[in-house]
């Protein structure tokens, strides 16, 4: 009884520090809206690092021929072909193919891992089918998907800022990673050309955008969690290059990065963040994506088991493993609707070895997963809505009318788009979303949602957030496509 009575006030101690209420989520929405400003004016000016991604066309249709992508995400990696017929053809064909990321590779050598992506690729080049042609006279041309903070200095090629995810592979820092590609490729006797590097939010906005024109924002919720958007090229101070002929520049943010005062951060996220390969960094982050959730439910477990014995003495071993609780588990147990909660008795001891827990004690373990889905769910939503709100997309312009943003912070003035970016008929946008944590974590999904419906209320009707599955890789396949060398 006092077991539970010392759990259950662990518990709401958490839910209150996880607390997201729709003032504390405005706050968080105008954070996001003043650090894309700061890190627009500036290199370093916030730690919204509001990278030029050297895109400013996005695929409309006319793309046509064969193009290949390769895409090196957190979890998986993947090879992908399509046939592109134009406007009328459209995507004749496409295949891909995915494979686990060896773990030591992410822990390995520049060229190890480099080696492993352009084996595959090979491979999978060499299998192509009599569907697939090339024009004559030219190379197999690849779009590159790489999502992690790349500067980029052309748009194919761009050196490594640090690694996230997981990923610690130390001599590709600083290296330019479409050159490494490059190399592993002719190091099998191939000849192929990278014509775009991409991050994954930036594929899959192009892959969105290629169907719906609008699309003008790519978020990822998978692993991590990142979004890019279509922005002004004038909005973007920093930038020393020409203007280019559309006007437009597409930034990737590296949100996860994001860090505000307003975020609701617990002893949960401070010991991760220690622990994990990149203290300090990519706080957001850490609070969202797929890769820690099921971490953070379990750091408060752990305290449960320590304060109030929930698994008995000792404290089950494995249960003080970092990471040893994966978010498709702690999901699973999430959405677990059995009266006696059995889905969570079953991961519990299959992961953990725990057994004899009471129906009491699992309840407590399902609303840990559910304070942590729901802030992490939430602040995803804020992000959305702090980017809308910088590209003047929030509803405040709704019904045709082209005003000015009004903020109320003063250190806000002077940044607001005067007039909305493609401001278009019924004033549409979509947001482009891809990753397996939105796709298969439908209660986060559903949180998400939720929120955006809170914060925009009526402005929520004119937004729209779909799901463009892999979207990144053929995205990337599409980018490669308008930026190839031969047209
Ligand atoms: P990546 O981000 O590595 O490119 P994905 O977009 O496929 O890969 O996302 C994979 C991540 O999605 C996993 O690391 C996991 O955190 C999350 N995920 C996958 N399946 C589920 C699930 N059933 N429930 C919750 N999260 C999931
Ligand atoms: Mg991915």
Same mark, same amino acid.
Request: glycine share 10%; proline share 3%; charged share 25%.
């Given at each position: 009884r006092s077991q539970k009575c010392t759990a259950r006030k662990i518990l709401l101690e958490f839910q209150e520090a996880c607390y997201t209420p729709l003032?504390?989520?405005?706050?968080?929405?105008?954070?996001?809206?003043?650090?894309?400003?700061?890190?627009l004016v500036s290199e370093g000016g916030s730690k919204l690092k509001m990278l030029p991604t050297y895109i400013?066309?996005?695929?409309?249709?006319?793309?046509?021929?064969?193009?290949?992508?390769?895409?090196?995400?957190?979890?998986?990696?993947?090879?992908l072909r399509v046939q592109l017929g134009g406007l009328e053809g459209r995507v004749i064909k496409q295949e891909y193919e995915e494979v686990a990321i060896p773990p030591e590779l992410m822990l390995g050598t520049s060229e190890q891992l480099f080696d492993f992506i352009a084996k595959e690729l090979v491979s999978f080049v060499a299998r192509e089918g009599q569907d697939f042609r090339l024009h004559a006279g030219q190379n197999r041309e690849i779009g590159f998907t790489f999502s992690f903070p790349v500067k980029q200095t052309a748009v194919n090629s761009g050196t490594l800022l640090q690694w996230t995810k997981g990923f610690k592979v130390n001599d590709a820092v600083g290296e330019d990673v479409v050159a490494a590609l490059q190399r592993g490729i002719e190091r099998r006797g191939y000849k192929m050309r990278i014509a775009a590097l991409v991050n994954d939010t930036v594929g899959t906005l192009a892959g969105g955008r290629y169907w719906n024109n609008d699309?003008?924002?790519?978020?990822?919720?998978?692993?991590?969690?990142?979004?890019?958007?279509?922005?002004?090229a004038e909005a973007v101070s920093k930038w020393a290059g020409d203007i280019p002929k559309s006007g437009e520049m597409v930034i990737n943010?590296?949100? @996860?990065?994001?860090?505000?005062?307003?975020?609701? %951060?617990?002893?949960?996220?401070? $010991?991760?963040? !220690?622990?994990?390969?990149n203290p300090g960094?990519?706080?957001?982050?850490?609070?969202?994506?797929?890769?820690?959730?099921?971490?953070?439910?379990?750091?408060?477990?752990?305290?449960?088991?320590?304060?109030?014995?929930?698994?008995?003495?000792?404290?089950?071993?494995k249960l003080l493993e970092a990471f040893s609780l994966m978010t498709p588990d702690m999901s699973k147990m999430h959405?677990?609707?059995?009266?006696?909660?059995?889905?969570?008795?079953?991961?519990l001891k299959r992961v953990y070895g725990i057994q004899n827990t009471t129906v009491g004690i699992r309840k407590i373990v399902v609303a840990v997963c559910d304070t942590v889905c729901q802030?992490?769910?939430?602040?995803?939503?804020?992000?959305?809505?702090?980017?809308?709100?910088?590209?003047?997309?929030? @509803?405040?312009?709704?019904?045709?009318?082209?005003? %000015?943003?009004?903020?109320?912070? $003063?250190?806000? !003035?002077?940044?607001?788009?005067?007039?909305?970016?493609?401001y278009t008929s019924g004033g549409r946008t979509v947001v482009a979303m891809d990753g397996g944590?939105?796709?298969?974590?439908?209660?986060?999904?559903?949180?998400?949602?939720?929120?955006?419906?809170?914060?925009?209320?009526e402005g929520s009707k004119n937004v729209v957030i779909e799901l463009s599955k892999d979207g990144s890789g053929i995205g990337a396949a599409l980018l490669a496509a308008s930026h190839a060398e031969y047209v």
């Amino acid at each position: 009884r006092s077991q539970k009575c010392t759990a259950r006030k662990i518990l709401l101690e958490f839910q209150e520090a996880c607390y997201t209420p729709l003032a504390r989520l405005r706050q968080v929405v105008d954070a996001m809206a003043v650090e894309m400003h700061a890190g627009l004016v500036s290199e370093g000016g916030s730690k919204l690092k509001m990278l030029p991604t050297y895109i400013d066309r996005l695929p409309d249709g006319h793309e046509r021929g064969l193009y290949y992508a390769v895409d090196l995400g957190g979890t998986n990696f993947r090879v992908l072909r399509v046939q592109l017929g134009g406007l009328e053809g459209r995507v004749i064909k496409q295949e891909y193919e995915e494979v686990a990321i060896p773990p030591e590779l992410m822990l390995g050598t520049s060229e190890q891992l480099f080696d492993f992506i352009a084996k595959e690729l090979v491979s999978f080049v060499a299998r192509e089918g009599q569907d697939f042609r090339l024009h004559a006279g030219q190379n197999r041309e690849i779009g590159f998907t790489f999502s992690f903070p790349v500067k980029q200095t052309a748009v194919n090629s761009g050196t490594l800022l640090q690694w996230t995810k997981g990923f610690k592979v130390n001599d590709a820092v600083g290296e330019d990673v479409v050159a490494a590609l490059q190399r592993g490729i002719e190091r099998r006797g191939y000849k192929m050309r990278i014509a775009a590097l991409v991050n994954d939010t930036v594929g899959t906005l192009a892959g969105g955008r290629y169907w719906n024109n609008d699309v003008m924002i790519g978020v990822i919720l998978g692993t991590g969690t990142n979004a890019c958007y279509v922005e002004r090229a004038e909005a973007v101070s920093k930038w020393a290059g020409d203007i280019p002929k559309s006007g437009e520049m597409v930034i990737n943010m590296e949100w @996860g990065n994001f860090w505000s005062s307003h975020l609701p %951060r617990t002893y949960v996220d401070e $010991s991760l963040d !220690n622990e994990s390969l990149n203290p300090g960094e990519y706080g957001f982050e850490k609070m969202i994506s797929g890769m820690y959730l099921g971490d953070c439910v379990r750091r408060v477990l752990v305290r449960m088991a320590q304060e109030a014995c929930i698994f008995g003495t000792p404290v089950p071993h494995k249960l003080l493993e970092a990471f040893s609780l994966m978010t498709p588990d702690m999901s699973k147990m999430h959405h677990d609707d059995s009266s006696d909660l059995k889905v969570v008795a079953e991961v519990l001891k299959r992961v953990y070895g725990i057994q004899n827990t009471t129906v009491g004690i699992r309840k407590i373990v399902v609303a840990v997963c559910d304070t942590v889905c729901q802030r992490g769910a939430r602040l995803a939503a804020a992000g959305i809505v702090g980017i809308l709100k910088k590209i003047g997309r929030d @509803g405040s312009a709704a019904n045709g009318v082209i005003k %000015r943003n009004t903020f109320e912070q $003063s250190d806000m !003035n002077g940044f607001h788009d005067e007039v909305p970016v493609h401001y278009t008929s019924g004033g549409r946008t979509v947001v482009a979303m891809d990753g397996g944590l939105y796709e298969h974590y439908t209660k986060f999904r559903n949180y998400m949602q939720e929120a955006v419906v809170e914060l925009l209320g009526e402005g929520s009707k004119n937004v729209v957030i779909e799901l463009s599955k892999d979207g990144s890789g053929i995205g990337a396949a599409l980018l490669a496509a308008s930026h190839a060398e031969y047209v």
